[in-house]
Nanobody, 124 residues
Framework: QVRLVEFGGGLVQAGDSLRLSCAAS????????MGWFRQAPGKEREFVGT????????YYADSVKGRFTISRDNAKTTVYLQMNSPNTEDTAVYYC?????????????????WGQGTQVTVSS
């Protein structure tokens, strides 16, 4: 069973930067495609981005494209979400997730393992 733990959430001012980390254990990390999702109060959980297991290619939601970057360190079994120029609409609980789904999974049902989430609050 994969265990995922997110770190790095907190309060950040709009326009600053914040990096989230997600440490994985319990399965060979390099075999998992990793994703980031978020859920704002009163809203459904939404896809942020994903990094594929085979080639490390990334895919992002339009709302964060060009501002957020996902990377992974297989040796450290950690995936990162670099948030640049966040705005107040990025305020949410951020979750990392793991899957062995082939292709580019962008739906939450395509992921089998989830972290507990970390709160990110962007102030104006």
């Amino acid at each position: 069973q994969v265990r995922l733990v997110e770190f790095g959430g907190g309060l950040v001012q709009a326009g600053d930067s914040l990096r989230l980390s997600c440490a994985a254990s319990g399965r060979t990390f390099s075999t998992d495609t990793m994703g980031w999702f978020r859920q704002a109060p009163g809203k459904e959980r939404e896809f942020v981005g994903t990094i594929r297991r085979n080639d490390g290619s990334t895919y992002y939601a339009d709302s964060v494209k060009g501002r957020f970057t996902i990377s992974r360190d297989n040796a450290k079994t950690t995936v990162y979400l670099q948030m640049n120029s966040p705005n107040t609409e990025d305020t949410a609980v951020y979750y990392c997730a793991a899957t062995q789904w082939l292709g580019t999974p962008v739906r939450d049902y395509q992921y089998t393992n989830w972290g507990q989430g970390t709160q990110v609050t962007v102030s104006s």
